[in-house]
């Protein structure tokens, strides 16, 4: 059974920056975890979880408008990690975060939370003003 432990949450000031990690187990082996399409979301309290970023398995990404240009995602198929880096973080970014793992490649609509089979626990991540 896939696994995701998410990591890396925090508090920080406006402007400041994160680096969540999501560690991945239960794959076969490396290139099993490498084939899959993988994912960030958050969801803000009040709100509905939507999704941030994804990744492909050729790297190919796709982000929300909101984070383009501030966020980075990106996978190490060697380590079984993905990682999203965040810059210029906004108060309006303060949200739990879950890693997500789809069985197959990104297709359709990449960031589809119906889509996603695998989720993490969750990392907090609080902006201030």
């Known amino acids: 059974q896939v696994q995701l432990v998410e990591s ?3 508090s920080v000031q406006a ?3 994160l680096r969540l990690s999501c560690a991945a187990s239960g794959y076969t082996d ?3 975890y490498s084939y899959v399409c993988m994912g960030w979301f958050r969801q803000a309290p ?5 999704g941030v ?5 050729d790297g190919s990404t796709s982000y929300v408008d909101s984070v383009k240009g501030r966020f980075t995602i990106s996978k190490d198929n060697a ?4 990682h999203l880096q965040m810059n210029s973080l906004k108060p ?3 949200a739990m975060y879950y890693c997500a793992a789809r069985r197959a490649r990104c297709i359709g609509i990449w960031l589809k939370e ?3 089979n695998y989720w993490g626990q969750g990392t907090q991540v609080t902006v201030s003003s």
Do not use: F, M, V
Request: negative net charge; without cysteine.
């Open 46 to 50: 009040g709100k509905e979880r939507e």
């Open 92 to 94: 309006e970014d303060t």
């Open 114 to 116: 119906s889509d996603y």
């Open 15 to 17: 402007g400041g920056s």
């Open 8 to 10: 890396g949450g925090g």
């Open 53 to 57: 970023a994804a990744i492909d398995s």
């Open 79 to 82: 380590k079984n990690t993905l």
């Open 30 to 32: 490396s290139y099993s």
